[in-house]
Nanobody, 127 residues
Framework: QVQVVESGGGLVQAGGSLRLSCAASGRTITIYTMGWFRQAPGKEREFVAAVGWSSRYTYYADSVKGRFTISRDNAKHMLYLQMTNLKPEDTAVYYC????????????????????WGQGTQVTVSS
């Protein structure tokens, strides 16, 4: 089993920055692709970004491309999401996810592709 725990959320003004972290524990050797998703009130959970095991491949939702950067440190079993130029529409609960497979581009955006999920961290962007 793998456990993932997010941290780093908070309240920030529009145009500001936040860095989310995700700590993985347990059978981390089985983790390959990791990702971030978010869910706003009344909306479905949506893909934000994903990164392959070697960090060679990264994927982003169009809405965050150029503003968010996903990265990972396999030695520390950590996943990060650097968020800049935040907008009110970025307000949501952000979830860390982990897959036991190296996902292809066609699969990284689907919630069903990931086996493990954190409890989420709230990000609120005020206008």
């Amino acid at each position: 089993q793998v456990q993932v725990v997010e941290s780093g959320g908070g309240l920030v003004q529009a145009g500001g920055s936040l860095r989310l972290s995700c700590a993985a524990s347990g059978r981390t050797i089985t983790i390959y692709t990791m990702g971030w998703f978010r869910q706003a009130p009344g909306k479905e959970r949506e893909f934000v970004a994903a990164v392959g095991w070697s960090s060679r491949y990264t994927y982003y939702a169009d809405s965050v491309k150029g503003r968010f950067t996903i990265s990972r440190d396999n030695a520390k079993h950590m996943l990060y999401l650097q968020m800049t130029n935040l907008k009110p529409e970025d307000t949501a609960v952000y979830y860390c996810s982990a897959s036991e497979r190296e996902l292809e581009a066609s699969a990284v955006r689907g919630t069903k592709s990931y086996s493990y999920w954190g409890q989420g961290t709230q990000v609120t962007v005020s206008s």
